[in-house]
């Protein structure tokens, strides 16, 4: 449980700036942010296919991967089509950090632990990435094909937490 | 109207064929939006062709549990066709996203 709440506090320090502006990120800044979010969650799946111990787990990682590949690629196509550059915000730098911490915590673990932190770590990480759709980065986006992609990339996110769950679950506290 | 003479043992020719013949085969669709299978729940009939499109950004499967049809990937924005056979419930998942669950019933 400990990970757990680290992993969830760490989360939640990592997202605060985009949460706390109160005028929002605008759209190259949601863009960054969106871009590094995915970027975040392939790294970690590319890292646990690899050295997580149950098939499941690894299933997941290798979903992970493919499925945050695909929302970049319809980000960067958005992008271009968009003249958009996404610019880089300590929000984006945080998650990045999050996202190399959690790596590195993962290298330290093998087996079933391995295994429990890569899931709840997961769990955690959509609950913040929804979160922050949800609150700023979706009400926040000016150009309406950015936020139409965030709004429908969303369930993907939700669908993800919902495996993350199942995972959690099977694998016990 | 002359009838065809009638083998031995043969049931009598209908006088009009196209009564007893069966409903013409459907194109029937199914939406994969939103990592859901839109509808959820499909009457098909033998010889329907029910066509998955996959309208997310992430690729998926349709896959049924007793095995009578497997797309393996549908990348986003392409799509799969079954010709229905068979009878009963199929119920079917993406593999990728154990959440996505729907069935085709069929008589």
Redesign the interface.
Known sequence: MKALHLATAALAVALAPVLALAAGPDDAQIAAIVVTANQVDIDAGDFAQAHASADDVKAFAR?MV??HT??NK?AADLAGRLHLTPEDNPTAQSLKKGGDDNVAHLKTLSGAAFDRAYVDHEVAYHEAVLKALDSTLIPSASNADLKALMV??R??F??HL??AK?LQARLGR | MALAPAAAGAARRPAHPSTSSAPPARELAVAIDGMRFVPATLAVRPGDRVTWVNKDLVPHTVTARDGRFDSKAIAAGASFTWTASGRGHVDYACLYHPTMVATLTLP
Do not use: G, L
Request: charged share 20%; no cysteine.
């Open positions: 979903q493919t499925d695909a929302v319809s429908k990339v369930p993907a939700v669908a919902d495996h199942m």
